[in-house]
């Protein structure tokens, strides 16, 4: 999700009238968490200037948000180091600060429960997603993003050294590589492991091609998925019509 397209497209979804009502809107999935965030915080959106300290604090107080809810936080706080109020500059670099030091301390956590040096399959996929996160949560910073790509991939190759990936997390390996500019390893990926052809897989393979260049390949499988999009969202379903527009 684009962290504040929910604000675009507010008009669309349910409105709830109090903070609570957002609440559970959000964890029964009906709504964005940017709705409980705009209802509980104050009474403009938080990316907004003048900013909002209070309402930030009080979102950065809770340690149990999402990637979402980090990545909407860390956007904010991405512009507002660059504030000409220096107490807020360094109110948001501190900030970051603190939503990374709390995967760092997840990632040292398991690491420290290994026995004999050997962590369970499920540490080790938790590994490869928290190490993805980060990267996400870096993407205006391009050497620390590169880097924790690569320590997120290499915490999947070790799980796909023992079993075969789910597909969420095939996806992301794969979107690491795509990352990472590795076009061809990551179409050999898909290859390899995506046995069976389903819109999420066509997707996925769309993208890879897309950028190796071959739009021949991506109006092919555009046309595929004008026929059964089951499964894709609302902005993939979108980016297949973008696609075709290319022919």
Known sequence: MESFDFFRRSENIFQPKTPVAALKAYESGINPLEMFIFKSGSAKPLHEEPYDRESLEWFLSRE?????????????????????????????AESINIIENRYNRKIEEIKKSARNGKLPVHAVLTLGRLFYELAILNKNREAIKKFYFRESYRFFSKVRGIKALEFSDLETVIRILLELELYDNALTLFKKESQMVDPQRLYLKAEIVFRMGDYAEVTSICKQLSEDSTGLSDEQKAQVVHWMGME
Do not use: H
Request: hydrophobic content about 55%; glycine content about 4%.
């Open 64 to 92: 149990d948000l999402d990637l979402d809810a980090n990545a909407l936080l860390v956007g904010i706080f991405d512009r507002m180091v660059y504030s000409d109020d220096q107490e807020l500059a360094l109110f948001a």
